[in-house]
DNA sequence: CTGTATCCGCCGCGATACTG
DNA sequence: CAGTATCGCGGCGGATACAG
């Protein structure tokens, strides 16, 4: 039977490791979350920013162009002063936060044994 | 309504954010994913070599030995000439691994709209 | 308030060569 | 077959300062 599984692909640009990309992004998972999380899924920068504890501007502003460019979330610029913009999930990026909630229910049942990975950071840099 | 939302945590630390991280190294996912597709769920470190196309033998098994600190499999070593080694998930791992598959089979269930993500990366780059 | 422009360290990851 | 040891680069991402 095993002799039938082709290895599955895993080409180099096949969809799921594009998927798993966006979930390298450091931030593209909790910025998502948090659109979601508002019953309007929309949030203007600030709300994002403090909603993201530690991010600074830099990349909270690089991360929502990346997405915005993937068709995640779309960008609305309010022409007042000061200034005002709103970011809104896209239908692709509200089903794809769909799957950012199953990881992050997924993490909350599994809090516990997940405390043990925090070891693995640090075993490599102190054991070289 | 909004203001009843503590703009959810995203500590530093929270099991949510390990979960990401572990979707952020670039190989543990598709080596879940090869020994979840194989009926014994292990295999021999030639084998997974061999389903991903790509990978060095430094990388894979430098993310084998801290999915083994992670506690999401164990390593088996069979004492003969030539070597034997085995890889097996872990009952955490096996739960993890269904996350994988779903982003998986999200993956190829939205593949032509992911399509326009390739454009993503090479955006910037041409556009300082 | 929102966004741009630099500078730069860290480390993930690959290439290569060598061992038992 | 399985694993270790080096070397090196690209780029993610943080700090800081400036601008409309």
Known sequence: MEVMTP???????CAPRRVLELFSTKWTSMILHTLHSRHSGAAR?????????????????????????????????????PPAVEYRLTPLGARFVGLVELVYGWGRDHADALDQLQQRATSRRRNP
Chains 1, 2 share one sequence.
Not at 7 to 13: A, G, L, P, S, T
Not at 61 to 73: C, I, N, Y
């Open 7 to 13: 290895e599955h692909e895993w080409r180099e640009d």
């Open 45 to 81: 920068t600030g709300v994002l920013q403090r909603s993201l504890p530690g991010i600074s501007k830099k990349m909270l502003v690089q991360t929502l162009r990346d997405m915005e460019a993937s068709g995640l979330l779309t960008r609305h610029v309010e022409s007042v002063v």
